[in-house]
């Protein structure tokens, strides 16, 4: 049956599969940067920054050499900002490897910032022709709708997936797995009718499709709320860099006050002086993966900017070369029409 199963998967393959710009290539660093856009990023999303990333990053070395800001700059918009930091450090890692080359089994792919069982399991495949299977969310999917298995645990998971492994073309093998689940076999409403593999499919057969794998309990995201001191001089603003590890780490952001604390002296503690009254600016929420964030934006203008370490000050109206998360860049929107409507008239705001 597994035989039966893999060619008849292959076949639809060949036929079906969707032209995407990382499949028919065997370069490992550009397979390693699409698996890595892709986790946790609908393929759509990943298209509008593939081709940009790699004709700014074109191979390893240009990546490990780029700076930290620049990475980062890069993936703005994609989220999950580790995975940037974990693919320069990878890079980094690689280009100081003795004989310079890049880590050519799953084994050593595994050691590399980032890259967990599914990615070197993928990499290991497609760019090297290792037997080694790759099972993310959709081959999950897959496999418990095929073999009707309710929880399907990791161990079972890898077991299933290289009994059915083609040995000849383990790449293409687990790109099949994971295009069936995106395309076919998807979370709600599986095209049966059309699947290649339906005639073995337990879950088919039992009519429990729909309910394959079972729906796990997610927690609830923990909701907070995060006052930002938002300070503008000049029609600049001032963003300042943050901690190199924790949430959006290295990235730049508004000043927060901290719990109990108030704007103005958060201003005070950077050494700079208030000039106007903090105005509230709308509240901007953002959902993180177990986190709902509020912000609340105060705007303050302050004299003369002090440019000191890990600070920078931003014209909207310029090009920034600086990472800025996504509910920042709309706080600083904010900020900017703001103060652009109380520039051309002083009493439009009152």
């Keep these: 049956m597994n035989r039966a199963i893999t060619k008849a998967l292959l076949d639809h393959y060949d036929r079906e599969h969707r032209a995407l710009p990382w499949r028919g290539c065997s370069d490992p ?27 700014r ?50 084994a050593r792919l595994r050691s ?6 599914y990615t070197a399991g993928a990499v290991a495949s497609m760019a090297f022709g290792e037997a080694v299977p790759a099972v993310d969310g959709n081959v999950r999917r ?53 699947c290649p593999v339906v005639e073995w499919c337990a879950s088919h057969r039992a009519g429990t499709q729909e309910q394959r794998p079972a729906a796990s309990v997610k927690a609830k995201p923990k909701k907070l709320r995060i006052e930002l001191a938002v300070l503008e001089a000049d029609g600049r603003f001032m963003l300042e860099r943050r901690p190199s590890q924790g949430l959006l780490a290295g990235m730049w952001s508004f000043p927060e006050v901290g719990v109990g604390g108030s704007v103005l002296a958060t201003i005070a503690e950077r050494g700079l002086v208030a000039t106007a009254h903090p105005a509230a600016l709308p509240l901007v929420e953002h959902r993180f993966t177990h986190l709902h964030a509020t912000y609340e934006p105060w705007l303050v203008t302050v004299a003369t900017p002090d440019e000191g370490e890990g600070r ?16 920042q860049q709309k706080v600083l929107a904010l900020a900017h029409g703001h103060t652009a409507v109380a520039s051309a008239d002083p009493g439009a705001l009152l």
């Design 29 to 55: 660093y550009r397979i390693l940067v699409s698996e890595v856009m892709l986790q946790q990023t609908r393929v759509q999303t990943v298209l509008a920054y593939y081709d940009a990333w790699l004709e």
């Design 57 to 106: 990053f074109p191979d390893v070395e240009a990546l490990a050499d780029a700076e930290t800001d620049e990475v980062l700059k890069a993936w703005e918009g994609l989220g999950y900002y580790r995975r940037a930091r974990n693919l320069h450090g990878a890079a980094r890692l690689i280009r100081e490897r003795p004989d310079g080359g890049f880590p050519d089994t799953y």
């Design 312 to 327: 920078a000050w931003i014209d909207p109206a310029t090009s920034n070369d600086r990472a800025v998360p996504v509910a």
């Design 112 to 117: 590399l910032p980032g890259v967990g069982d």
């Design 142 to 194: 897959v496999l418990s709708r095929l073999f009707d298995e309710a929880k399907p645990p990791a161990s079972w998971l890898r077991w299933k997936a290289s009994e059915l492994l083609d040995a000849e073309r383990p790449g293409d093998w687990n790109q099949a797995l994971m295009e069936l689940g995106a395309t076919l076999c998807s979370p709600r409403s599986p095209r049966c009718g059309a």
